[in-house]
């Protein structure tokens, strides 16, 4: 099993007003993200826990490819992966992104 | 904190657990208590190569149906087949006791256990067995304290093993055509007794067998419902109002409806023998009809009842 | 220990206990400081099935009527639930947790249950015996289980000497007395040096739990450490958002 952290810097804060959002479950092919707004606005951050090892190279690609396309200032996410593929992987952080940012 | 429904008619089988509670209750009523934020998860799976759930895969709270008062706890089916863990177990019999504790004219009007378990966590197994009997324990505690338990099933994993026992010790079942309820696996009752005794890999002799159809008919389940969850929740505010007491009529009754049941179909291999002998129409194609045919057949008699 | 010898020892001054249909036990003793005790059993490794339990839960129900609290005595050598199509197509989940809820009322009623394990007992049968009553004895032989290892090693594909390894370290999921004790699921073991009937008496004599003390007592033996706290956590955070 493997446990890393992914840092990135945001260009602008994630919109909206909720604290905490969580999608997805932790099943083959699939994964659950929980994501916080506890990081200073244009810090982003995920934390990932994965039973499937060797892919880091690719996670943190992902990931940074995430953080630059949706600008999730001051969300930290935490991932626990079944295995899932990179698109859903990018679906599931989008996915908790738009959770944020509706209108409580 | 919940994820939004696609449609109103989402389909609980499709569903989340979160998104179950979500459309069963009244919007924005959900209180979840110790939520994934709080990160209680299972101690046990990393020695197993294993990933976790930040809720342990069961969701835990309270909440308001038809503007009653209620607790709820909702297990995710896809995440270790919904299996009881120590943290998974310990949250259901932590709500079950808060039932019991504040039982009252303040309390809840019920406690909704929407289940969806493959039974046991085998890696956990011996906490997720103790677990089982500290929920049943639990469930007693609460129904003798006026407050009915009533158990939704409709999910992937049903309601297998210990949660099959946990099912039926309910004030109220209700089921949706996915649903099996059962003990033994198929596949484990194939390992053991052989493919001629069940052949698991024959999905529709499993559904005869376990399903919700043969549950309904026979009595094992209370209410048969589309797979819809605004049926679960209509069928759930309907029942509430109609469990039975835990008390000694009750029991004596069941004792007698499931030593009926032995003398009249004990005989019986195979759903369509019960219908044979019950005397039911359309013996053979129960399992074909849809459900609004399916819902107008008479069920078996004395299979309507409350005892339980 | 055959099924004489606990019932010897259990009983010294006498028994009336009979063996019935589908591996069952029924019948009556007297242990000091109480006019009568219930026994009813599942005996001789035989699974637990609808007929077995609906039997035994018809005679621990006519315990409750006969409404004078006499303890109640389980005796446990059974298998696993009976794995057989009929008794799923019957629904067996019905008839197990049955049993299990007549007993829980006859503890409710104010008849203490002590289920006393002796032989095997596994799966959807311990929880429905053993696990059932106010108290779990388990006497020398006793072997509980979920699921023996070689069944848990195929089910999650996971090698058998693995989990013989992670079972020294942890009494969270292997078979046998010593892990159960350890989380609290059995509450006293008896050695063969002792009489059981003493054992007995005094275990009758101890008012039983105001509510389940399981969780407690695995927190104290180090065998379970989270679940009380976790259920303490959930019904703090019930009362907190009353």
Redesign the interface.
Known sequence: MEQFQVHGAAKSRAGGHRRQAITGVNASGNLEVLVERTLQDHECQVDVATAVTGFRDIWEAVIQEFFARSSPGGLRFSINDGGARPDTVTLRLMQSVQLMEDKA | MSNRLQTYEASWYEASARDRVAGLLDADSFVEFLGPEQRAMSPHLAQFDLTGAFDDGIVVGRGRLDSQEVFVAAQEGRFLGGAFGEVHGAKLVGLLRAARDSAGPAGPRAVLLLLDTGGVRLQEANAGELAISEIIHAIVEVRSAGIPVLALVGGRAGAFGGGGIITACCSRIVASEHARVSVSGPEVIETNKGVEEFDSKDRALVWRVCGARTRYLTGGVDRYVKGSIPDFRKTAIALIAHAPPFELATLKAEQRRLSERLQRFGDCRDAPEIWRKAGLPESEHIAEITDDAFLAIQRIKGADHDAR | MTLDDVLTSLFPSGHQVERGPSGTLHGTAKVGGHSKVTVVGIVGGTPLG??AA?LL??HV?AA??AGDRAPIVFVVDTS??N????????????????L???L??AA??GHPTVSVLFGHAA??A???TA??SQSLVALPGAAPS??DLPS?S???K?PLEQLER?AKS?????PGVK??FA???VTQTWEGDQPFAARLKDLLRQAPAA??P??RI?LERKG????????????A???A??
Do not use: W
């Open positions: 609808v007929d609906i839960a018809g129900l409750v009527e696993s639930q794995m057989a199509r009929r008794d799923e197509l019957l629904g067996l989940n019905e008839y197990l947790a049955h299990y809820k007549s829980a009322l409710a009623q799966a959807g311990f929880i429905a696990l059932a979920v699921m848990i195929r089910v999650t996971l992670l942890t009494p969270i999921f292997a892990p159960l989380i609290g699921a509510s389940d399981r969780d695995g379970r450490l989270l679940a009380q706290k976790i259920a303490e956590r959930v019904a955070e019930a009362v958002h009353a």
